[in-house]
């Protein structure tokens, strides 16, 4: 019998709630009071107050599965069995409390223990790097893990510049021979390396220097443990699937997505099935995103996930579907969450009214701004120019809502490239012009923002002011 996601899940925080830890519920992927960062994309994100020292946690062993979201990952979405922009992270946190020692063998415990995880030993590798000699002898001596499951790899060092940082641990799932995407004898084709065989599933870091300003390395008073595994990809070992897709995650979605669909269903062919992977995993994102408060607009957060509904609607597109269709996956992102997150169902309503506006927004446009850009791209073609003007995707942006991303991406499955200085010269120009226009307009002393937005050149923005205020009023 497979265990559930939700199971899966719990299994964890008992296991370390059993060595001491308290669970932390979920925070918000909105971060509070951090401006450096858009949204919350890690377990440890949500405890720089504790690991900074400006709040002393009254425990300090915390564990928790944290919603994350890494836009550094959407174009990855679809094309590797392991990426999603909303992910959840398990993850156990020792401020200043236990160290290597405990935090390796409990995490082998966790993984091959028959009452726990009870993964195969043989499945699994670990990596260290190279100096931290320490915990290569833990992994080997106290948690019994043979050397030749052992690798040196000379990026596990976490660093981000400054501030706490030290050696990590990644581990691997051998998913088998069957999973090779390069030979076996290639020297990429280790755990850590290139081969999509081995699965990373958790990342222990060791923080234990304080890199400082002068570039040198301090060894810290307090020594810390931050931990990271992704629920989906454990969850796909668990339920033996090939991709993270195939799991009670997101198969209820893309099953879903195919009755909406009528003529595609998955598995058809590798394009359809690309599309229903970025589907599935976006209506997840744009669903929690906006359940956190965060709203469709032309910046920032908001932005993102602009983007993401419309990347989602045009593989939509692919799949046949013409109509606004992700709005109806809210509710159920909301039934298959809802054990751990009850208020994302709670706010289906509220959620699916945005996205459909959206949705329905860029329907408007999409069709003869994909006319215009395979215009373009055939254009191109025909004489043999490796890319699209920046004007061109200026203007797919500007008039049919296009992310340039989006467009970027569209252009590169038939292999052309985007003139991007151009585009960046354009967009600069615009901002000149709506600056200027805000100007005049605050000179004819008009002082409502929404008026204000509508004077600009982009009439896009204008409309998109006003829809988004008339949902919040409801
Ligand atoms: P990868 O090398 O596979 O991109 P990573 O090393 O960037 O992963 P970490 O920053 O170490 O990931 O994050 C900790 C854990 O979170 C990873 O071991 C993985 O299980 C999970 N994870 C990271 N990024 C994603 C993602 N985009 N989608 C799903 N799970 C993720
Ligand atoms: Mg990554
Ligand atoms: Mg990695
Ligand atoms: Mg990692």
Redesign the pocket.
């Known amino acids: 019998e497979k265990l559930s996601s939700a199971q899966i899940r719990k299994m964890y925080l008992d296991f370390f709630k059993s060595k001491g830890h308290t669970v932390m519920p979920s925070a918000s992927l909105v971060p509070h009071d951090d401006p450096t960062l858009l949204w919350i994309n890690?377990g440890v994100a949500t405890m720089k107050k504790f690991f900074d020292g400006s709040v002393v946690p009254k425990n300090p062993r915390i564990t928790s599965s944290q919603k994350?979201i890494?836009t550094n990952?959407i174009e990855?979405?679809g094309h590797?069995a392991?990426?999603?922009?909303l992910?959840e992270?398990l993850g156990n946190f020792s401020v200043g409390d236990y160290f290597k020692e405990e935090a390796i063998t409990w995490a082998w415990e966790l993984l091959t223990s028959p009452q726990w995880f009870a993964m195969d030993p043989t499945r699994l590798y670990v990596t260290v790097y190279p100096k931290d000699t320490e915990a290569k002898r833990i992994w080997h001596e106290v948690a019994q893990v043979p050397q030749d499951h052992i690798y040196e790899v000379d990026d596990n060092f976490w660093d981000i510049g400054e501030g706490p940082s030290g050696p990590?641990s990644?581990?691997f799932y051998d998913r088998g021979q069957e999973f090779n995407n390069l030979p076996e004898d290639d020297p990429e084709s280790y755990p850590g390396g290139e081969n999509e065989r081995y699965l990373?599933?958790?990342?222990i870091v060791f923080s234990e220097f304080n890199h400082k300003p002068d570039g040198t390395y301090a060894p810290l008073p307090h020594k810390n443990i931050d931990t990271?595994?992704?629920?989906?990809?454990?969850v796909s070992v668990f339920q033996n699937a090939r991709t993270?897709f195939e799991t009670d995650l997101f198969l209820p979605l893309i099953n879903e997505t195919a009755k909406i669909s009528g003529q595609a269903k998955y598995g058809d062919s590798a394009a359809t099935d690309v599309s229903f992977k970025v589907t599935a995993d976006h209506i997840r994102a744009v669903t929690f995103a906006i359940g956190d408060g965060a709203l469709p607009s032309n910046e920032g957060r908001g932005y993102v996930i602009r983007r993401l509904i419309r990347r989602a609607v045009m593989h939509g597109q692919k799949l046949g579907i013409e109509q606004a269709f992700l709005y109806r996956l809210v509710p159920l992102v909301g039934k298959i969450m809802e054990s751990y997150y009850p208020e994302v169902l709670q706010q289906a309503d509220y959620i699916a009214k945005v996205v459909k506006m959206e949705e329905d927004r860029f329907n408007e446009t999409l069709k003869d701004g994909l006319q215009l850009l395979n215009e373009m791209i055939a254009d191109a073609k025909q004489e043999q120019l490796q890319e699209i003007s920046g004007k061109v995707a200026f203007k797919l942006y500007d008039t049919y809502g296009f992310p340039v991303e989006l467009t970027k991406e569209y252009a590169l499955e038939q292999g052309l490239t985007v003139a991007e200085n151009e585009f960046d010269a354009e967009m600069q120009k615009q901002k000149e012009r709506a600056r200027k226009a805000r100007g005049n307009a605050k000179s004819m002393g008009v002082q409502s923002g929404l008026l204000t937005d509508i004077t600009t050149p982009s009439e896009y923005v204008g409309y998109q002011t006003l829809t988004t205020q008339s949902v919040l009023k409801e």
């Open positions: 890690s994350s890494r990952d990855n979405v590797t392991r990426h999603h922009t992910f992270m990590d990644e581990i990373e599933i958790w990342n990271g595994m992704g629920l989906e990809r454990v993270n």
